[in-house]
């Protein structure tokens, strides 16, 4: 059976097939010695992604916030937090980036704003019916004065997701909505002048230069505003063909088309059909593929997610991307130690994130996520790696309750630690936190970061791997090499050489990649080039290969590679090897093991 990748005469390569580095822009680095990352050291760091081989940057929220939710809380859409510089900062930062080669995509957060954004606080100050309440969901309560909540949603964040206002004469007023904090109160999306808004703010930033938007909670601007309740507390939130939410990206995608080689990457926990739906020619570019991310250590399972995923994007013409971590993720490292899926539409949240560092650094998950980074970066589409994912970084699970922000570990009285423990600032250089993050004068005490970086990190930094032929960031940096040399990566089409079911029995996957231009079996063989992404695995090359072996071994114990695949054709391997300068190695006697 043969996937092949799309056509497509409207929308760059770039968006097709593009590599994306996410960038949380208070863990990135510090140019000031405020602990806390910021536009200025992210433009001092871009020398790093351009030699990582990264195509583009996605900058997580930099906008004026109380960051009550690290940003994503936003109260002016078209600023910059003094705490991450000025709109001159953010500037030099594009055009830097735009000189070095690499595309900038900002998010966008239009579900909700933040309580201190001006237009939420003229709807505290207006009437009950007034027009400016309509910019959200303001609703009478039940009870006989009103003092219920309208319906029983619950806030993915924890608690209801309602909050009642005092009115303007202190008694006790309307309810309004918000799908996770109280300070994130949500727009109401059938109102004209929210969408009015928001192509405002899409021009704004798009006449700047931005090459495209993350767009935040995506599926989710429309709410059933009967305001049943429901069982679970579960809020009703249309997606499917009749919702209005597709008229919305309909404008968005209306307003980007005025702006060439621009695009959207939209975030949505849904099932893959209706995934595909915001994807279809006139809505939007890319959806991440939360499928893939979720999907814990089973070969069958991301097979399947693999397979259907990209035939339900095929199917409306868009390129399906890969992703296994980013900033609301327990990271791959840790999450594939123990094997263990995600669950959860919007933060997606593991059972267990282990015990504390030294578990969550295990061998096996080291192992386990270097082979998940070739799969990652070999299969057609787009693929995204979140900062630190390349350097090998754990979960950091121990983190003192006192520096813990995230508001879901606050609403639920700390039954969820929440995802701090995924975005603790980067390891650059040296033998102590804050390892070069934060700038160190001569005497001076070390700065001391947002999030304390664990001790154990002096064996992760980017100068200790650098150099290193086995490290986790070499693996990276060859992958991302040989995906620009070999056509058959990242675009063409994918063969099932073993079919998802063979995948579910045996726990082995081989897949082959063809060039776009030998989209077909026949004429050559594809024994040339196999990128190994077990444990211990072999990959062969040629130069004018049209196409590439990709073999995975998902189990505990070796196995034979399939035949006419030899360890002296091996392109790359996921298996650490000292001296090698490739971080490949020809697997013993041919054989394959995690």
């Known amino acids: 059976l043969m996937l092949t990748m799309p056509e497509s005469t409207t929308e760059s390569s770039l968006w097709k097939t593009g590599v994306v580095y996410q960038v949380y822009p208070r863990s990135f680095a510090d140019s000031s010695g405020s602990g806390m990352g910021d536009l200025a050291g992210i433009t001092s760091r871009l020398a790093y992604l351009k030699d990582l081989g990264v195509d583009a940057l996605w900058l997580s929220p930099f906008y004026p916030s109380p960051q009550v939710?690290?940003?994503y809380d936003i109260a002016d859409y078209r600023d910059v937090d003094p705490v991450f510089g000025s709109l001159e900062d953010f500037e030099a930062l594009l055009h830097t980036a735009h000189e070095q080669g690499?595309?900038?995509i900002i998010d966008l957060v239009p579900n909700h704003s933040s309580y201190q954004h001006p237009l939420f606080q003229a709807a505290l100050r207006g009437l009950p019916e007034g027009p400016e309440r309509a910019m959200?969901?303001?609703?009478e309560g039940d009870g006989a004065s009103g003092e219920l909540p309208p319906n029983n949603w619950k806030s993915v964040f924890g608690g209801?997701?309602?909050t009642r206002v005092v009115e303007a004469d202190g008694q006790p007023g309307q309810w309004y909505y918000h799908l996770f904090d109280p300070t994130q109160p949500d727009f109401n999306w059938g109102n004209p002048r929210v969408l009015e808004l928001f192509e405002g703010v899409l021009r704004f930033w798009l006449d700047l230069g931005v090459d495209g938007f993350r767009i935040d909670v995506s599926d989710a601007l429309i709410k059933d505003t009967a305001w049943p309740d429901t069982e679970g507390g579960w809020p009703v939130i249309p997606k499917d063909a009749a919702s209005p939410v597709h008229d919305i990206y309909r404008h968005f995608r209306a307003v980007m088309d005025e702006y060439p080689e621009t695009m959207a990457v939209i975030e949505t926990g849904a099932d893959d059909d209706i995934v595909a739906l915001f994807l279809r020619p006139d809505e939007m570019h890319q959806a991440f593929n939360f499928r893939f991310l979720k999907t814990g250590w089973d070969g069958g399972e991301i097979a399947r997610a693999i397979f259907e995923s990209a035939r339900a994007f095929a199917d409306v013409g868009a390129a399906t991307t890969w992703v296994t971590d980013n900033h609301d993720t327990v990271r791959s490292v840790t999450r594939y130690a123990s094997g263990g899926s995600l669950s959860g539409a919007y933060v997606p949240q593991a059972a267990a994130a282990g015990a504390g560092i030294a578990d969550s650094a295990s061998d096996i998950g080291v192992r386990r996520a270097r082979a998940m980074a070739v799969l990652l970066l070999s299969l057609p589409g787009s693929a995204y790696i979140y900062a630190g994912q390349e350097l090998g970084l754990p979960e950091v699970t121990d983190l003192p309750d006192e520096v813990l922000t995230d508001p879901s570990f606050f609403r639920t009285n700390g039954a969820v630690r929440g995802r701090d423990g995924c975005r603790v600032p980067l390891p650059w250089s040296g033998s102590e936190p804050?390892?070069?993050?934060?700038?160190?004068?001569?005497?001076?005490?070390?700065p001391q970061t947002w999030l304390p970086q664990p001790d154990q990190w002096a064996s992760l930094t980017v100068a200790q791997q650098a150099d290193d032929p086995s490290s986790m960031l070499s693996l990276y940096r060859n992958l991302l090499r040989i995906r620009r040399e070999e056509a058959a990566l990242g675009s063409g089409a994918l063969e099932w050489v073993s079919p998802v079911a063979e995948v579910e029995r045996t726990g082995f996957l081989h897949l082959r990649l063809w060039a776009p231009q030998a989209a077909e079996p026949g004429g050559q063989t594809a024994t040339g080039t196999v990128a190994q992404t077990t444990p211990t695995p072999?990959?062969?090359?040629?130069?004018?290969?049209?196409?590439v072996d990709l073999v995975v071994n998902f189990t505990s114990a070796p196995v034979p590679l399939p035949h006419g695949l030899s360890r002296d054709r091996m392109l790359l391997s996921s298996?650490?090897?000292p001296g090698s300068a490739r971080s490949t190695r020809p697997a013993q006697d041919n054989r394959?093991?995690?």
């Open 69 to 71: 939710d690290a940003g």
């Open 102 to 104: 690499l595309a900038v």
């Open 136 to 139: 959200y969901h303001f609703v």
């Open 160 to 162: 209801p997701s309602w």
């Open 434 to 446: 804050p390892f070069g993050f934060s700038p160190t004068g001569p005497g001076a005490p070390p």
């Open 538 to 547: 072999t990959d062969t090359h040629t130069p004018t290969q049209t196409t």
């Open 575 to 577: 298996a650490a090897h």
């Open 592 to 594: 394959a093991a995690d």
